[in-house]
């Protein structure tokens, strides 16, 4: 006789799991965006299988388990927190030795599903020596039911940790759907790994994206301002050729054709002029270099002790001619600095000719002197002449600036003295302080520090 009833090897509380299990594909593949998300679905799904149990991850060498999820809950779970706070172990957060657990040793082993009937040996062996006065009332609570243990194997095939489920209806005819279960754990955390990832990698590209796009726009504005200073210096300078240019043409024309009686006097004025036109067209020279150059420029050790007294003995005449006192206060306990020596020649050459230039009477010092916290020295340069006029101290470092009323008409000039110092110093990390006060005199402080940062 033919015997057409079909026998079903599962049970049917295993088809009721194979069927959660599928269920579970669908919750692990949406929450696969983070390993929370991953480890709250795993928590609903076991609730919904209404299975105890666990997630525990494998270390990097591969012989720690650490638990990271349990979902005990109910009496078996109040026991827990009440046994967590009496020997200080959280059950979210226990590791423990591969090799001392059978189970865990076998599951990792084989790579394979273990059923066994009496998880109480378990507890047994994963708990460390010193808990063992509790063990008893643990082993009441959770042994002597059947319990299932199944490899976390991701898409790699490597093993990254274990899912057990502890239930006094587990039978061995459940592993199959645990298995699978198991795997769909596997591959959404693995899933949530990957993710994060590219998720960090993408985060980190819109970082570098954002940093790179502020850095153009910086550049791009810098070039902006470069270019409007450009346009502006060669309007300047434009008009700053011609007017010595048309005197000299004037004088020139004077010399051959006026007065002949008058041409020594015409000569002096083209020779003036030339000379004017000269050091202009060096200051503009000096100014486009400096702009163009800063980062290839090459930096070496200076005294400026030595430096400053070479000026003021050039200077000495100049000062001599005006009846100036012309004097300079070195500090033996100057450091040599790192910097530019020609510029710094250039910086304190037109500080001490300004204060010559502006001073009528009384003396001109220059002095150099460390700093009480010793990080910066202060090369200074005091007056006793004219003073700036406080509408013209914002100005008198701006290009061909020379005062709002430019009175200083007899004194020969162009404006660009004050505005090389402040470009060299600028190359030199240093600071300027000016004070004045009209009719009494004027100080100049630059400031550079002892160790150049560029
Ligand atoms: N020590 C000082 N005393 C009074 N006024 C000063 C002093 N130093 C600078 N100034 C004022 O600042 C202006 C700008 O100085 P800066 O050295 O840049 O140009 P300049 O001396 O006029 O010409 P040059 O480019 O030939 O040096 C001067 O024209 C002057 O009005
Ligand atoms: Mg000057």
């Known amino acids: 006789m033919?015997?057409?009833?079909?026998?079903?090897?599962?049970?049917?509380?295993?088809?009721?799991?194979?069927?959660?299990?599928?269920?579970?594909?669908?919750?692990?593949?949406?929450?696969?965006?983070?390993?929370?998300a991953v480890f709250r679905a795993y928590q609903e799904q076991m609730a919904a299988l209404k299975l105890r149990g666990g997630l525990s991850f494998l270390n990097d060498s591969g012989d720690t388990l650490t638990v990271r999820v349990v979902n005990y809950s109910g009496r078996i779970g109040q026991i827990l927190k009440r046994f967590e706070s009496l020997v200080g172990l959280s059950t979210e957060n226990f590791s423990f030795n591969v090799n001392d657990v059978d189970v865990y040793r076998k599951v990792i082993e084989t790579r394979q599903t273990q059923y066994i009937p009496d998880s109480s040996v378990v507890i047994?062996?994963?708990?460390?020596?010193?808990?063992?006065?509790?063990?008893?009332?643990?082993?009441?609570?959770?042994?002597?039911?059947?319990?299932?243990?199944?490899?976390l194997i991701d898409p790699d095939g490597r093993v990254r940790g274990v899912l057990n489920m502890v239930d006094p209806h587990l039978t061995a005819q459940d592993v199959p759907a645990l298995t699978a279960f198991a795997n769909q754990i596997a591959v959404a955390l693995d899933n949530a790994r990957l993710f994060e990832e590219i998720r960090r990698y993408a985060d980190e590209l819109e970082r570098r994206v954002a940093v790179r796009t502020q850095e153009l726009a910086a550049a791009n504005e810098r070039?902006?301002?470069?270019?409007?200073?450009?346009?502006?210096?060669?309007?300047?300078?434009?008009?700053?050729?011609?007017t010595p240019i048309t005197t000299l043409e004037l004088y020139l024309d004077l010399f051959k054709h006026g007065n002949s009686?008058?041409?020594?006097?015409?000569?002096?004025?083209?020779?003036e002029q030339s000379h004017r036109l000269k050091t202009l067209v060096e200051d503009i020279l000096d100014l486009s270099r400096l702009e163009a150059g800063r980062d290839k420029l090459q930096f070496g050790p200076v005294q400026l002790n030595d430096v400053v007294e070479q000026i003021?003995?050039?200077?000495?005449?100049?000062?001599?001619?005006?009846?100036?006192?012309?004097?300079?206060?070195?500090?033996?306990?100057?450091?040599?600095?790192?910097?530019?020596?020609?510029?710094l020649v250039q910086v304190i050459t037109n500080l001490v000719v300004n204060s010559i230039s502006y001073t009528e009477s009384g003396y001109v010092q220059a002095s150099v002197q460390l700093n009480e916290d010793d990080r910066r020295i202060d090369l200074c340069v005091i007056d006793t002449g004219k003073g700036i006029?406080?509408?013209?101290?914002?100005?008198?470092?701006?290009?061909?600036?020379?005062?709002?009323?430019?009175?200083?008409?007899?004194?020969?000039g162009t404006g660009l003295g004050l505005a090389i110092?402040?470009?060299?110093?600028?190359?030199?990390?240093g600071e300027i302080v000016v004070n004045s006060e009209l009719g009494r005199g004027t100080t100049f402080h630059i400031l550079l520090p002892v160790t150049q940062e560029r």
Request: glycine content about 4%; cysteine-free; charged content about 25%.
């Open 312 to 343: 003021v003995t050039m200077q000495q005449a100049r000062a001599e001619a005006k009846g100036l006192e012309l004097r300079f206060i070195a500090d033996e306990r100057l450091p040599v600095i790192q910097g530019i020596r020609s510029q």
């Open 261 to 271: 009686e008058k041409r020594d006097h015409y000569l002096k004025i083209i020779e």
């Open 223 to 242: 070039l902006t301002e470069l270019d409007e200073l450009k346009s502006q210096l060669i309007s300047n300078v434009s008009h700053e050729l011609r």
């Open 124 to 151: 047994v062996q994963m708990l460390p020596p010193r808990l063992a006065p509790y063990l008893n009332r643990l082993v009441t609570t959770f042994g002597m039911h059947p319990g299932i243990y199944a490899p």
């Open 389 to 412: 006029d406080s509408a013209d101290l914002p100005y008198i470092f701006d290009r061909f600036y020379r005062g709002k009323d430019n009175k200083q008409g007899h004194i020969p």
């Open 2 to 36: 033919k015997d057409d009833t079909f026998q079903s090897p599962l049970t049917g509380r295993s088809i009721e799991l194979l069927q959660a299990t599928n269920d579970a594909a669908a919750v692990f593949q949406r929450s696969a965006h983070s390993e929370t």
């Open 421 to 429: 110092v402040k470009e060299i110093v600028e190359i030199h990390s």
